[in-house]
């Protein structure tokens, strides 16, 4: 055999021996294609995953309804009873209509507009509108253990609200409160919702060409994505490219708002608070009002909650009244719930309907009975818990003010986030005056000095107050007294009392103050020799001086002081002007006070 042949022999043995490699490394080069293209179509190929409706909507039992609130899907649950949606009491007051009031004593719901009152027992079909009955096919109000349920269509008789339930697999409805022109988008293609703007987030809903969507906004950038909420209640993602042209569609309530009307003077009014603790200081009304310059009201302090029933003591005197008209000032008479304060709870009183309208009866026919021209409320231990019963009160009691021709004052601290539960606004709404106490910045508790009512504090309060209230309706209250602050150093054993360690040696003072009026102050002042300077910040006559080793000092209440608040009247286009308390004045303030209100 020659050698060429031998060497083709090997060649042939050598390719044999490759082949298997060679057909491994092309197994590799396959199946590593193949995962290639496969990793490539499971990126690139939308996900066919479908989210459960139960899981998405959190829906956990059969007669639960999921809520989805003007295109933003909730937590809040409402509930399917008799083919019909019920909604919380909290439910309703937080997101649909705060003007309800669920008397859970009682067991009554009730709604107020400016001329009646609605309401509704529980487990009846009929109501009362005022004095008239009526009845529906449902239940409006429904009760289970300590929550009370109102039905969605109740509620949509008095207020702005529209709805759709949708029963199939999961309850849910619908709701709508805002109106106004929304965006919408046609579906040019079919398509799929997800959960989420990507196409692996699971799939919602399925959308077909012709389906109206509406357009939602998204505060980031979601590209080649858009979000909509579909008709059948899901909130999601759908490409663009599935999507055509955009549209408009107009959302509207056919429930019209109630109109409150108030009573309005057409002077500026000069108003002050007459203190009465008897029925014997009724008598000096005379020298009080002579006394005064351009006064247009007197509120005298006359009407006290007397039990939790809501009976008042009275006060009321009607040859008071008659003075007063004779001399062209009208008398609104003050309510107060200081008196009994230890006694007598202003949450037990307002919070039950029968005592509260027994509270409305009772004042509507003094101020009948004595020919008063207004009513001013002066509860100053309202809470939180008492709060909603509180705004309900003055509802009603407006009803009847209206009907009457009896002007509603209500006094109201300086607004602050620990009395924010007053609500300005809804009083701004109901009531024909809000009077703002422009005073207490420092308080007789207050643990140090300082001024009543110093000028940067009571214009913020207004301010404040004028962001809720309506510049026509806000009366300004200034202070017709002065605080005179004793600083008593603390003894030895007091600071020790107190925790107050011995290394400790700056000097620790216990702060009393007494209230003084204009005349009664400058008297201390002069027997002490003290000296007033003027203080800008204040915007008060500043003084000070020691007697037997204390510290006295005070920011007074002068013409100056009571210039610069009553300008504000005029600034910011104020209702008016009251005072705390006549007697407390000299007399030429009513001349300083006229410059701005007459």
Same mark, same amino acid.
């Given at each position: 055999?020659?050698?060429?042949?031998?060497?083709?022999?090997?060649?042939?043995?050598?390719?044999?021996?490759?082949?298997?490699?060679?057909?491994?490394?092309?197994?590799?080069?396959?199946?590593?294609?193949?995962?290639?293209?496969?990793?490539?179509?499971?990126?690139?190929?939308?996900?066919?995953?479908?989210?459960?409706?139960?899981?998405?909507?959190?829906?956990?039992?059969?007669?639960?309804?999921?809520?989805?609130?003007?295109?933003?899907?909730?937590?809040?649950?409402?509930?399917?009873?008799?083919?019909?949606?019920?909604?919380?009491?909290?439910?309703?007051?937080?997101?649909?209509?705060?003007?309800?009031?669920?008397?859970?004593?009682?067991?009554?719901?009730?709604?107020?507009?400016?001329?009646?009152?609605?309401?509704?027992?529980?487990?009846?079909?009929?109501?009362?509108?005022?004095?008239?009955?009526?009845?529906?096919?449902?239940?409006?109000?429904?009760?289970?253990?300590?929550?009370?349920? /109102?039905?969605?269509?109740?509620?949509?008789?008095?207020?702005?609200?529209?709805?759709?339930?949708?029963?199939?697999?999961?309850?849910? /409805?619908?709701?709508?409160?805002?109106?106004?022109?929304?965006?919408?988008?046609?579906?040019?293609?079919?398509?799929?919702?997800?959960?989420?703007?990507?196409?692996?987030?699971?799939?919602?809903?399925?959308?077909?060409?012709?389906?109206?969507?509406?357009?939602?906004?998204?505060?980031?950038?979601?590209?080649?994505?858009?979000?909509?909420?579909?008709?059948?209640?899901?909130?999601?993602?759908?490409?663009?490219?599935?999507?055509?042209?955009?549209?408009?569609?107009?959302? /509207?309530?056919?429930?019209?708002?109630?109109?409150?009307?108030?009573?309005?003077?057409?002077?500026?009014?000069?108003?002050?608070?007459?203190?009465?603790?008897?029925?014997?200081?009724?008598?000096?009304?005379?020298?009080?009002?002579?006394?005064?310059?351009?006064?247009?009201?007197?509120?005298?302090?006359?009407?006290?909650?007397?039990?939790?029933?809501?009976?008042?003591?009275?006060?009321?005197?009607?040859?008071?009244?008659?003075?007063?008209?004779?001399?062209?000032?009208?008398?609104?008479?003050?309510?107060?719930?200081?008196?009994?304060?230890?006694?007598?709870?202003?949450?037990?009183?307002?919070?039950?309907?029968?005592?509260?309208?027994?509270?409305?009866?009772?004042?509507?026919?003094?101020?009948?009975?004595?020919?008063?021209?207004?009513?001013?409320?002066?509860?100053?231990?309202?809470?939180?818990?008492?709060?909603?019963?509180?705004?309900?009160?003055?509802?009603?009691?407006?009803?009847?003010?209206?009907?009457?021709?009896?002007?509603?004052?209500?006094?109201?601290?300086?607004?602050?986030?620990?009395?924010?539960?007053?609500?300005?606004?809804?009083?701004?709404?109901?009531?024909?005056?809000?009077?703002?106490?422009?005073?207490?910045?420092?308080?007789?508790?207050?643990?140090?000095?300082?001024?009543?009512?110093?000028?940067?504090?009571?214009?913020?309060?207004?301010?404040?107050?004028?962001?809720?209230?309506?510049?026509?309706?806000?009366?300004?209250?200034?202070?017709?007294?002065?605080?005179?602050?004793?600083?008593?150093?603390?003894?030895?054993?007091?600071?020790?009392?107190?925790?107050?360690?011995?290394?400790?040696?700056?000097?620790?003072?216990?702060?009393?103050?007494?209230?003084?009026?204009?005349?009664?102050?400058?008297?201390?002042?002069?027997?002490?020799?003290?000296?007033?300077?003027?203080?800008?910040?204040?915007?008060?006559?500043?003084?000070?001086?020691?007697?037997?080793?204390?510290?006295?000092?005070?920011?007074?209440?002068?013409?100056?002081?009571?210039?610069?608040?009553?300008?504000?009247?005029?600034?910011?286009?104020?209702?008016?002007?009251?005072?705390?308390?006549?007697?407390?004045?000299?007399?030429?303030?009513?001349?300083?006070?006229?410059?701005?209100?007459?």
């Amino acid at each position: 055999m020659t050698t060429r042949k031998r060497r083709k022999k090997r060649r042939v043995r050598v390719n044999r021996r490759m082949a298997p490699v060679l057909a491994a490394l092309l197994l590799i080069i396959v199946v590593t294609a193949g995962m290639g293209i496969s990793y490539l179509i499971e990126k690139y190929s939308p996900s066919k995953e479908r989210m459960a409706w139960t899981e998405y909507y959190s829906a956990t039992g059969e007669d639960e309804v999921a809520v989805i609130l003007n295109n933003e899907l909730t937590d809040i649950k409402g509930r399917m009873i008799d083919g019909e949606v019920y909604v919380t009491t909290d439910t309703l007051y937080e997101y649909l209509n705060d003007r309800f009031y669920w008397d859970a004593q009682e067991n009554l719901l009730l709604y107020t507009t400016p001329t009646e009152i609605i309401t509704a027992p529980v487990g009846s079909t009929s109501y009362t509108v005022g004095d008239s009955s009526y009845t529906e096919t449902y239940t409006p109000v429904k009760v289970d253990g300590d929550t009370a349920y /109102v039905a969605l269509a109740f509620i949509q008789k008095y207020t702005a609200l529209q709805y759709e339930v949708m029963t199939d697999e999961v309850n849910r /409805v619908n709701l709508t409160t805002e109106f106004g022109t929304v965006e919408t988008v046609t579906v040019k293609r079919n398509g799929q919702v997800r959960y989420r703007a990507g196409i692996k987030s699971p799939i919602l809903t399925d959308v077909k060409k012709g389906d109206v969507l509406y357009v939602l906004p998204e505060d980031e950038d979601i590209g080649e994505w858009t979000k909509v909420r579909t008709s059948d209640g899901f909130i999601g993602y759908i490409r663009n490219k599935n999507l055509g042209s955009r549209g408009e569609e107009t959302l /509207v309530s056919n429930y019209e708002e109630p109109v409150y009307t108030s009573i309005t003077k057409d002077y500026t009014i000069n108003m002050a608070w007459h203190q009465v603790t008897n029925s014997d200081a009724n008598n000096n009304v005379l020298e009080m009002i002579a006394n005064t310059k351009g006064l247009t009201t007197i509120s005298p302090t006359w009407f006290f909650l007397s039990d939790n029933e809501g009976n008042i003591e009275s006060l009321a005197s009607q040859t008071y009244v008659n003075y007063c008209h004779q001399n062209n000032i009208e008398v609104w008479g003050l309510v107060e719930d200081i008196k009994y304060k230890d006694t007598i709870l202003d949450y037990e009183i307002l919070s039950r309907t029968s005592s509260r309208q027994r509270l409305v009866s009772n004042l509507i026919a003094r101020a009948i009975e004595y020919d008063l021209d207004g009513l001013n409320i002066d509860f100053e231990y309202i809470n939180e818990d008492s709060a909603k019963a509180y705004l309900q009160f003055l509802r009603e009691l407006s009803i009847r003010c209206r009907q009457n021709g009896i002007v509603l004052s209500v006094d109201n601290y300086r607004p602050a986030d620990h009395n924010a539960f007053y609500d300005l606004d809804e009083q701004g709404e109901i009531v024909d005056y809000v009077i703002l106490m422009g005073y207490d910045e420092h308080y007789a508790g207050s643990d140090t000095a300082g001024s009543v009512a110093s000028i940067n504090w009571v214009r913020e309060g207004i301010e404040l107050a004028l962001e809720q209230v309506p510049s026509e309706k806000l009366i300004n209250a200034v202070p017709f007294y002065t605080r005179l602050w004793e600083e008593r150093p603390l003894t030895e054993e007091e600071e020790a009392e107190a925790g107050i360690a011995a290394s400790d040696t700056s000097v620790h003072v216990e702060v009393t103050s007494k209230a003084y009026g204009m005349d009664a102050i400058d008297e201390v002042l002069a027997a002490n020799g003290a000296e007033k300077t003027w203080d800008e910040t204040s915007g008060q006559y500043y003084a000070e001086y020691t007697a037997d080793g204390n510290t006295y000092k005070v920011w007074l209440e002068e013409e100056e002081s009571i210039a610069l608040k009553a300008s504000l009247i005029k600034e910011y286009n104020l209702a008016g002007i009251s005072a705390w308390k006549l007697g407390f004045e000299r007399q030429q303030i009513w001349d300083v006070i006229l410059r701005y209100v007459n």
